[in-house]
């Protein structure tokens, strides 16, 4: 697997490129009874707030990619259905949102992030 990414001129121009990075584990266990994905049918949702560090902001809205890192899903005559996407980007956060639908059955959820944006140097020398 060969993972990459490209910073081109326009995003680095307002300043100091950051970026940030993280995963999180979405299940039961961590979001207690807002975790949906386990049960029922149709559409269901879990989410999770990712705050990016103050002494480190961005200067506006980064560009998020996820990953799924951990699917536990029951395939009892089933398929394996989940999506993981960030939401609600803003400079200082944002919000990543799992979904499955049908009869799909997800007990566990593990996404990684990638946050790339711009911030300011001031940022950059008191990191």
Not at 20 to 25: L, R, S
Not at 65 to 76: I, M, Q, R
């Amino acid at each position: 697997t060969v993972t990459w990414l490209a910073v081109d001129a326009a995003l680095a121009a307002g300043g100091a490129v950051r970026a940030h990075a993280g995963f999180a584990k979405l299940d039961a266990a961590t979001c207690g009874d807002a975790y949906a994905l386990h049960d029922g049918d149709g559409v269901r949702s879990a989410s999770h707030a990712v705050p990016f560090p103050a002494d480190a902001a961005f200067t506006k809205s980064p560009h998020v990619v996820t990953a799924l890192s951990l699917v536990d899903a029951s395939t009892d005559d089933t398929d394996v259905r989940v999506t993981a996407d960030a939401v609600g980007v803003e400079r200082d956060k944002c919000e990543l949102l799992l979904k499955t639908w049908s009869d799909s059955k997800t007990a566990a959820v593990g996404v990684g992030w990638l946050a790339l944006g711009v911030g300011s140097e001031a940022a950059r020398a008191a990191a």
